[in-house]
T-cell receptor
């Protein structure tokens, strides 16, 4: 069966450290993988998109990697800040042009 | 740019009534919009894919006669929850896919409470 798993439900890190979130998938052949941020009671906000033929993408303090052999994406936030505290979701766009979301990881950055 | 609006942001209705939720892409065209449902502390669950000018595609387990979707234009999709019941209470979120970039932009969500 198809499954998208994110490493843990909750992740706590100290301010200034790098947060690393994991997204693993099975039985998908995604054309794109995306990362979103969601704050409570709000819709997700798009952060980064990485295509299947790209290994790495960066945007300011964010970095995403995509390994189609391992079927895994890593999402890094460097120099983390308390304002980065939120739930982060990965999503796959499959060949049928449908998006499927992972379970989400709740990140808390401790001052 | 790339703003998606939803209306209403929250609604309370009585059991048995119908509720319509609008999703608009304000500054871009979207041939495809998605409707999601999210329960507290859970991830988004795709309900249906809405394509402009054609019938929506529903995910397994989602009743198409209960959740009516209309994608009348490249900037507007509506979801109507018919004969709502308390178990339909949830956070409904739409998204619009930018036609050229495939970046997906979400609306702010609609909190539906059925009493």
């Amino acid at each position: 069966s198809q499954k998208i798993e994110q490493n843990s439900e909750a992740l706590n890190i100290q301010e200034g450290k790098t947060a690393t979130l994991t997204c693993n998938y099975t039985n998908y052949s995604p054309a794109y993988l995306q990362w979103y941020r969601q704050d409570p009671g709000r819709g997700p906000v798009f952060l980064l998109l990485i295509r299947e033929n790209e290994k790495e993408k960066r945007k300011e303090r964010l970095k995403v990697t995509f390994d189609t052999t391992l079927k895994q994406s890593l999402f890094h936030i460097t120099a983390s800040q308390p304002a980065d505290s939120a739930t982060y979701l990965c999503a796959l766009l499959n060949t049928g042009n449908q998006f499927y979301f992972g379970t989400g990881t709740s990140l808390t950055v401790i001052p | 740019g790339a703003v998606v609006s939803q209306h209403p942001s929250w609604v309370i209705c009585k059991s048995g009534t119908s509720v319509k939720i609008e999703c608009r892409s304000l500054d871009f065209q979207a041939t495809t919009m998605f409707w999601y449902r999210q329960f507290p502390k859970q991830s988004l669950m795709l309900m249906a894919t809405s394509n402009e000018g054609s019938k929506a595609t529903y995910e397994q387990g989602v009743e198409k006669d209960k959740f009516l979707i209309n994608h009348a234009s490249l900037t507007l999709s509506t979801l109507t929850v018919t004969s709502a019941h308390p178990e339909d209470s949830s956070f409904y979120i739409c998204s619009a896919v930018h036609s050229s970039s495939y970046e997906q932009y979400f609306g702010p969500g609609t909190r539906l409470t059925v009493t």
